[in-house]
């Protein structure tokens, strides 16, 4: 599939995704759902590489955008000001959108996705307070949290439709574009979800460099050396894990 075809069909997701979630009041005070475009790329990867794609999957892939959009409204809710007007309806936001992953799956019939994925989100809030609470984790251990945080819903999708070749690339792919954005927004003096409540991955920038470089070594080689993937999905994948290194190039000089 060419890049065109592949804009076209985010840009109709996205489109599914916001009709599904047309509440004027939220609308109004919380804005529209967060939709990562990098994400949502790699959850309709097997139908950007020519597999048969239903109707099923279709609303299964729009549900588990749902899921993410979910996700990002609860973590937009400011720690210190969770009482506010505002902050009160970015979590309903949140629980709207939860709601209606539930509901458009139930109307579909899949009730055994809905728990695969009800236990999935469990999975990811409990390795999202490893950035919380006091404990000390290894490095390794926040590398894999950070991961599974990133694609556990999407992974679960596609063991869930038995397209099990495509999930390390996918798992790869979404971390190495969460590693690089961590890294420069924090070189740029931000304050990224990971980093900035990590001491851990403050204390090991380094190696943080080293691993992403090893991360990104490891997949440009497998997306090379491919025999499942189609030529010009192999180019469009490496183009957008290079995108972070360029524009990290530029705002260097």
């Not at 804005?31 to 279709?58: H, Y």
């Not at 499942?228 to 972070?244: F, G, Y």
Request: overall charge negative; hydrophobic content about 40%; charged content about 25%.
């Amino acid at each position: 599939m060419n890049e065109a075809l592949i804009k076209q069909h985010i840009k109709q997701y996205k489109e599914a995704v916001l009709h599904q979630v047309q509440q004027s009041t939220l609308l109004k005070y919380t804005g529209a759902p967060v939709i990562d475009e990098e994400r949502l790329f790699f959850t309709l990867l097997p139908l950007f590489n020519g597999e048969e794609w239903e109707e099923s999957q279709r609303k299964s892939a729009i549900a588990v955008t749902l899921i993410f959009s979910a996700l990002a409204a609860h973590d937009l809710v400011k720690e210190l000001n969770a009482t506010s007007k505002d902050q009160q309806l970015q979590v309903l936001a949140g629980d709207y959108y939860s709601g209606k992953y539930y509901h458009l799956l139930a109307s579909d019939g899949q009730l055994d996705l809905i728990q695969i994925l009800s236990e999935g989100v469990a999975t990811i809030s409990e390795h999202k307070t490893r950035f919380y609470d006091r404990q000390i984790y290894g490095f390794d251990q926040l590398i894999q949290s950070i991961q599974l945080i990133e694609s556990q819903s999407i992974e679960q999708l596609l063991e869930y439709y038995s397209f099990h070749e495509y999930i390390f690339v996918m798992k790869e792919s979404l971390l190495l574009i969460a590693l690089k954005k961590e890294l420069a927004a924090y070189e740029q003096g931000e304050q990224p979800f990971y980093i900035s409540k990590s001491s851990q991955l403050q204390a090991n920038i380094n190696i943080l460099q080293l691993e992403i470089e090893k991360i990104e070594s490891i997949l440009m080689d497998e997306i090379k050396n491919s025999e499942l993937l189609e030529e010009q999905l192999k180019s469009i994948i490496l183009e957008k894990l290079m995108k972070c290194t360029l524009e990290k190039q530029l705002r260097e000089g």
